[in-house]
């Protein structure tokens, strides 16, 4: 059984930042590309950032510059730091990763809130 836990989220000011992570656990054989996206209130889930085995990284046009995703493949961890945050920001922000358990399958994490308010 896999599992993705997110952890970081939470209240933080405009201009503020934040660090979300998100640990992968069971019985992993290896880990293909792992991502962030989020889904806001009223809205569809988006596409924040991706980021490939070997650390290729892709950004939405609206955090790029502001957010960096990294991950430590040692630790099946991948981290979201997110720097000059906005309220439009504010979001349930979810893990996601393709991994190989002798198939691949994609794993979504249960999401963790962030939400951006003075």
């Known amino acids: 059984q896999v599992q993705l836990v997110e952890s970081g989220g939470g209240l933080v000011q405009p201009g503020g930042s934040l660090r979300l992570s998100c640990a992968a656990s069971g019985s992993i054989f290896s880990i293909n590309d792992m991502g962030w996206y989020r889904q806001a209130p009223g809205k569809e889930r988006e596409l924040v950032a991706t980021i490939t085995r070997g650390g290729s990284t892709n950004y939405a046009d609206s955090v790029k510059g502001r957010f960096a995703i990294s991950r430590d493949n040692a630790m099946n961890t991948v981290y979201l730091q997110m720097n000059s945050l906005k309220p439009e920001d504010t979001a349930v922000y979810f893990c996601?990763?393709?991994?190989?358990?002798?198939?691949?399958?994609?794993?979504w994490g249960k999401g963790t809130p962030v939400t951006v308010s003075s």
């Open positions: 996601n990763a393709d991994i190989y358990i002798g198939y691949r399958k994609t794993y």
